[in-house]
Structures are given as C-alpha cells and as structure tokens.
C-alpha cells in the first residue's frame, strides 16, 4: 500500500526494530461508532502492509464512538498506546493502552482514561522531562472551554494513572498568527520535539484563515515546566495534526494529514531542517 491508498488521520509513526510503525484515526469511522485501531507496517516509508487491528474495542468497554489520534511510546520495555474516546455517556478523555508488541494487541490496564473526568479532553501525548518523570501532554477541548488550551500532568512511573493535577501551558488564542475574529479557538494534536541543543517544542494544529494547521510552541528553560511562547506556522496549506520522527538513516520527517477533509485525508510527509534551534520544511517525500 502507498500512502494514497491509507484513509487516516493524525498519523503518527514508531521506528522500532528497522522497521515503521504507521498509526491513525480511521477516516471511515472518524465521526462514528467505531470499533478500533489499525497498524501499517513499512521497512522503507513508501511501502506499506495492509491494516492490522492493533486495538479492538473490548466487550463492555467504556466507550465506542470517535475513537483518536493513537500514539504509541515506547517506555520501560512495553509499548503505551494514548488513545482518545468518548461514548454518549461520558466526556471525551485519553486513555492508556499497553502491549509488548508495537502491532499489538494494546489493552486497557486501568479502568478508565487518566485525563480529568469533568473534562473534554483528547489528543494525548507523552513526554518524561528532566528528572525523568513522566507525563501526559493533552489539549483541553474548545467545545467546553472555547478558547482551546494544551495541558501537561505528571502520571505514575507505570502511567496508571495522575500523580498531580493539569498544568496550563497556553491557549489556542495567545499566537500572534492566531485569527482573533473567531469565536472558538481549537487546539488539536500536540507532540513534543526537542532540538540537538536541547530547545523543547511543541507542534500542535488549530485553524487559521487559511485552514487547518500545524503550529509550534517553544518553552524558555528547555523543560515542561517553562514559559511557553510561539513561533512561525510550520505548515499552513490544509493539513495538520503532525508529528516528527527520525527514519533509519537519521532524517527528520514531519508527517500529518491533508487535507484536512474527511474522507480525503491521507498521510502526507514532509523532510524536515533543523537550523538555529528552529524547524523548517523542506521537500514533500510522498
């Protein structure tokens, strides 16, 4: 399979073993019931396998509908799958799945997400900071609040559960690009990305004028815990919701979904330049 033959959002990749790891929202069931996650396997990034379920909603779960933006860490040997969810019953959260595969199965072992119950919440990402705690990175939905905002909260060493309470880092609405005519301001899809000097960004997507896209935040003292402030749009031609890894022969890719258009998104990816501590885009690689 070629990347035009994949229907997902919010793609994110895992190198592992010599191989990637494509996960994503699946577009057929994006804004539906669903029930579950799919892997792509590739050992080039331009050939992939076909879907593997990775997730299978359990029996009697919690919920099924819009199921999200799966990322997997790896993380003390296993594999964490931060998946976001909601059911008519309760608000959308992100909860944790693990497995000792990278395709699976991810299962629940906690009864429920770790995002705050009273919240809608989603897009959960992982980051450990300095001192080696771990922590859970996750946007606080505009529907609730309108001015969307990106929270971190530390969780337990094995990522069962909270072990503090959300720290704001910033709103949809504080860039200086950020189109104050609006009347909601959406935050969707942070990930951490740190510079070979050590310089801590966030990327993360909202809507702008000209559409959806991909954003960056940077922390003044390197770590989760800085003052956040923000930078030049990576990418601003419809599509966001990315991510950043390294391919086996060390070149950074940026990867999102455009357009951003259901049932028309596909993973689309980008090399991506480091220079000065700041990103750039430089060539489409698919």
């Known amino acids: 399979m070629k990347f035009c033959d994949i229907n997902i959002r919010d793609p994110f990749v895992l190198v592992e073993n010599g191989k990637y790891y494509l996960y994503g929202t699946r577009g057929e069931t994006a804004w539906t019931s669903a029930s579950g996650l799919d892997v792509y396997v590739s050992t080039d990034l331009d050939n992939w396998s076909e879907a593997k379920e990775c997730f299978s909603v359990p029996e009697n779960f919690w919920a099924d509908k819009e199921i999200w933006a799966p990322e997997v860490h790896k993380y003390n040997g296993m594999f964490y799958m931060f998946v976001s969810l909601r059911s008519d019953s309760r608000n959308r959260a992100t909860q944790i799945l693990r497995s000792d595969s990278p395709e699976g199965p991810f299962l629940p072992f906690t009864d429920g997400p770790v995002t705050p119950e009273e919240w809608m919440c989603l897009d959960g990402t992982f980051y450990v900071d300095k001192k080696g705690r771990p ?14 905002e990106i929270h971190a909260m530390p969780l337990t060493d094995d990522l069962s559960a909270p ?6 880092l910033f709103k949809a609405s504080e860039p200086f690009w950020a189109d104050k005519s609006r009347d909601k301001f959406i935050t969707d899809g942070p990930f951490v990305y740190k510079t070979e000097s050590g310089r801590l960004l966030i990327i993360w997507s909202t809507f702008t004028q000209s559409g959806y896209v ?29 991510m950043i890894f390294e391919d086996l022969d060390g070149v950074r890719h940026l990867i999102l979904h455009s357009p951003n258009e259901n049932p028309l998104e596909r993973p689309v990816m980008f090399t991506v330049e480091e220079a000065d501590d700041k990103l750039s885009i430089k060539e489409k690689r698919n």
């Open 214 to 242: 991909q954003a960056v935040a940077s922390s003044d003292n390197g770590d989760i815990d800085g003052k956040w402030s923000h930078e030049e749009l990576l990418f601003e031609k419809d599509g966001g919701h990315g």
């Open 163 to 168: 072990a503090g309470e959300p720290i704001l």
């Open 135 to 148: 922590y859970i990175i996750f946007c606080h939905e505009w529907v609730q609040v309108t001015d969307g």
